[in-house]
């Protein structure tokens, strides 16, 4: 049985601005959004950008792991391009979030590769630069 060849090694750079978020808080209930604990998660829908137009969505669920100001988790998700999707797990380390891409679809069939997503700083919205590499 023959395996499908993913696409050949590249780099997409998006921008992921604004989009719907939503807090799941479980027992013990948090005092914010930054206080979450175990068990908690957040949902996120948010379009994204490249070269300024707008070229697909990426969708996340994610969950803690860990509470407290500096909580871990896990996150997986799906950057909904117009050629194809590109599956992504991330673990969720203080403000740092970076992962694998772990599949995809239509042009990124048997994608693999690395992720990382940087929040911009003083953005009037939820604005970050992600990188997606692709291996060959």
Sequence with gaps: MG??????????????????????DHKPRARSEEDASAGDQFLLSSPTFK????VGRLNAACTFTLGGKNGRGICDGA??????????????????VSGAVVGGTGAYVGARGTFKSVDRKNTKCDVSDDTITLLP
């Design 3 to 24: 395996g499908a060849q993913g696409p050949g090694g590249q780099t997409i750079k998006l921008v992921t601005k604004g989009g719907k978020f939503k807090f799941i």
């Design 79 to 96: 950057y909904s391009l117009g050629d194809g999707a590109i599956f992504i797990s991330v673990t969720l380390r203080g403000e740092s």
């Design 51 to 54: 070269a300024g137009k707008r």
